[in-house]
């Protein structure tokens, strides 16, 4: 299986708004997920600026899709589901 | 051990940048649209109901402001108000840590409690051991009068079952001087008098009910209102505390506004040389030992707490003390603004007329996001000072006394020791050390646990902040090879 782009934020407002915490998932993600990830930090990803946009961070893109107010929970529950759903495509 | 950042003083970051963008937008003539504007109708309460979420989010807009919440004198006074109020005041209000007291949930008091999986056994070690015979049984079962129990945690300790939890109140475990008790209603409340401004008790809270005067709208009003000179002193803990260079960082905050910025860690040379000064006198006037003074809520436990340790305490001042004090001989019209990782410089800089306020890092972090300033578009600038590799490793724990052991260079024996984290326990060893005398003669301490890098103000993570810390030591020179 390939393993799961994960794509952290860490553009001066993500960071303000949170992206520390998720940064754990680097040297710290529970054990069922750690080897199915590739954890990356990126620069600003541009979602913060439209309108106000920042308020909805941090942003992360897991395989391209955007989650917002992210959290380290949030993103763990994601990688989760999308890690079931293949698992029941392989068998 | 502190809860990292949670959600609970995630929201503090999210207020703080709500209250810049405010400033920005109207000069908080909407502000009162805030609080609704985070917790609209539909939206799922993080408590009983959305109300009372948004009379929470009031109190916090409040400290972000300035003000806390028994400040209140009028419960309809409205935020745009406060907002007006606080542009008004020429001097910021005095810094205190307080409790928000409808977010208090008021955790059960009772220390220690028996739980199902007690078997009411025949040897009740636990009825045996309670010094206070405040166990009996009960329905076949252990029962602690609260009304009697001392919470010694005996019980706990001799029973075979581990069927006696301990049920801690997380902000007075965490305050290391008991600074912060309950009312007859439960309700915690800090004492200005004991409080050593720490911050653990806000780190700690998981309601998020501890908030402090921010001084971020007495800066922002200074850089856009005023034609005074604002400058930026940023303490050594800077560094990793933003995922780029540090030059970029002070790119951002000269376009946030800042005439100036300067390093504190320049300051910190100052201290190393005079504290290493120091130690030899003393070593040489036949001394015990000698602690450091940098950490200001050390520093206040010291003199407050334990009174027997104050002939012990370094008689240096702190790196702030020399940079403020180096900045003002070269530009004595100018408002300085220390930002760092730290509450109680706060309080230190109320004693010290060379400081005129102080920022944290989740501050300056908040101005940033609220103007829309992006750090790495930003160009990369020189600080205005060069400091030495031991100036800029100030903010890890063991960086102070290695900083000093560097400079006493052998003169006199030198025997470092670290108090990483100021707990109860370490208070108390202190106090053994002032009394009974100490095996090592240096020791360091430092409140926050990891040293300044963990402190409350701080946004990264410290083991990163850390990190790139050592890199940025590694980059400077040897203070002993400095002129
Ligand atoms: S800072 Fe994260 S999207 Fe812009």
């Known amino acids: ?91 | 051990m502190l809860i990292p950042k949670n959600y609970a003083n995630q929201m503090r970051s999210r207020i703080l940048v709500k209250v810049v963008e405010s400033f920005y937008k109207d000069r908080f003539e909407t502000a009162d649209e805030i609080p609704i504007e985070m917790r609209p109708k539909d939206y799922d309460s993080s408590r009983c109901c959305i109300y009372k979420d948004r009379a929470i989010l009031k109190y916090r807009m409040m400290a972000a402001m300035g003000f806390t919440p028994q400040d209140e004198t009028n419960e309809a006074k409205q935020l745009k108000d406060y907002g007006k109020e606080a542009l008004k005041r020429q001097n910021h209000a005095k810094s205190c840590l307080a409790v928000i007291d409808i977010a208090c949930s008021a955790c059960v008091k009772s220390q220690y409690m028996v739980t199902d999986a007690c078997r009411g056994c025949f040897a009740r070690p636990c009825v045996m051991n309670c010094p206070k015979q405040a166990i009996s049984i009960v329905h076949g079962r252990s029962h602690i009068d609260p009304s009697l129990c001392v919470s010694c945690g005996k019980c706990m300790e001799v029973c075979p079952y581990h069927a006696i939890v301990k049920l801690p109140v997380p902000c007075e475990e965490a305050c290391p001087v008991g600074a912060i008790r309950k009312d007859e209603f439960g309700v915690e409340h800090i004492n200005e008098d004991t409080c050593i401004s720490c911050g653990k008790c806000l780190q700690s809270c998981p309601f998020g009910a501890i908030v402090e005067r921010s001084q971020l709208v007495d800066v922002l009003n200074l850089i856009h209102n005023s034609d005074k000179k604002v400058v930026a002193m940023l303490a050594p803990a800077i560094v990793g505390q933003f995922p780029f260079e540090i030059g970029q960082v002070v790119g951002a905050l000269k376009k946030a506004g800042f005439d100036d910025v300067v390093e504190v860690a320049a300051g910190a040379d100052v201290t190393s040389k005079n504290e290493a000064a120091e130690f030899i006198e003393r070593m040489n006037e036949g001394k015990n030992f000698m602690t450091t003074s940098c950490c200001p809520a050390y520093y206040r436990a010291a003199k407050v707490h334990i009174p027997e340790l104050a002939p012990f305490v370094s008689n240096t001042k702190t790196p702030m003390y020399y940079a403020a004090e180096m900045l003002k001989k070269e530009q004595p019209d100018c408002v300085s603004v220390f930002v760092g990782p730290c509450l109680a410089k706060r309080t230190e800089a109320e004693y010290d007329p060379n400081v005129d306020y102080v920022l944290t890092f989740e501050e300056i972090g908040a101005m940033f996001v609220g103007a829309g300033i992006e750090i790495g578009d930003c160009e990369a600038q020189e600080f205005a000072k060069v400091s030495s590799a031991q100036g800029r490793n100030y903010p890890l724990s063991g960086g102070v006394a290695g900083a000093v052991g560097n400079l006493v260079d052998g003169k006199v024996d030198f025997r470092p020791e670290r108090i990483d984290g100021l707990s109860k326990e370490n208070i108390k060893l202190l106090k053994k050390y002032a009394t009974k005398g100490s095996e090592n003669n240096m020791i360091e301490v430092m409140c926050c646990e990891g040293g300044c890098v963990a402190g409350p103000g701080c946004i990264a993570l410290a083991k990163k902040a850390a990190r790139q810390i050592e890199t940025y030591v590694a980059q400077g020179t040897n203070q002993k090879d400095m002129k």
């Open chain 1, 1 to 91: 299986m390939e393993k799961i782009q994960v794509k952290l934020c860490a553009g001066t407002a993500c960071f303000v708004m949170g992206a520390p915490q998720i940064q754990a998932l680097e040297f710290a993600a529970p054990s069922d997920i750690a080897d199915k990830i590739e954890v990356k930090e990126v620069r600003c990803m541009n979602h913060c600026s439209q309108g106000q946009g920042y308020n909805k961070g941090p942003f992360v893109e897991i395989n391209g899709e955007v989650i917002q107010e992210a959290t380290l929970e949030k993103v763990v529950a994601k990688v989760r589901e999308l890690i079931a759903k293949e698992e029941e495509k392989s068998c």
